[in-house]
């Protein structure tokens, strides 16, 4: 299995640095197909919904790498390193994403997007430890 987490946490860490290798123009249309595709579900103004779209995508994509990475780690940490050195990880590579997109045409790097992308780490994590705790008390009984 945890080959399984290693290829998991490889393949969201590429996703991540594809999309940001996206020129701002291209980057943008796709945000602006989905936030339409919303908007037809939940009348927002469009700005707000593409807006929200965006940051969403920034939280969930990290909240994965974390989750992935997490689960990763359990094979070779123990306690609470695990969950730590995994939020560690995704936040780091948001640091290094957000510097990368500072040198991609139309994109700019933001301090804000590695605040939403850590929170979504954190989300992760938390995840895999509460996932965790449930599978402990289901041991015990």
């Known amino acids: ?28 249309e796709a945000s602006m197909a989905l936030a339409l595709v919303i908007q037809e579900l939940f009348p927002f103004a469009y700005d707000v919904l593409n807006f929200m779209v965006r940051k969403f995508a920034h939280f969930l994509v990290f909240a994965a790498l974390a989750f992935f990475t997490a689960n990763f780690f359990k094979y070779f940490l123990h306690g609470r390193r695990i969950y730590l050195y995994a939020w560690i990880f995704a936040t ?8 990368h997109q500072y040198f991609v045409p139309g994109r700019v790097c933001s301090v804000w997007d590695v605040l939403i992308d850590s929170t979504g780490a954190a ?12 599978r402990e ?4 009984e």
């Open 1 to 28: 299995m945890k080959y399984v987490w290693a290829t998991l946490s490889v393949l969201t860490a590429v996703l991540i640095f594809f999309s940001s290798s996206l020129e701002g123009d291209v980057s943008g």
């Open 92 to 99: 780091v590579y948001a640091v290094f994403d957000e510097i």
């Open 123 to 134: 989300v992760g994590v938390l995840i895999v430890y509460l996932w965790q705790k449930k």
């Open 137 to 140: 008390c289901k041991t015990r």
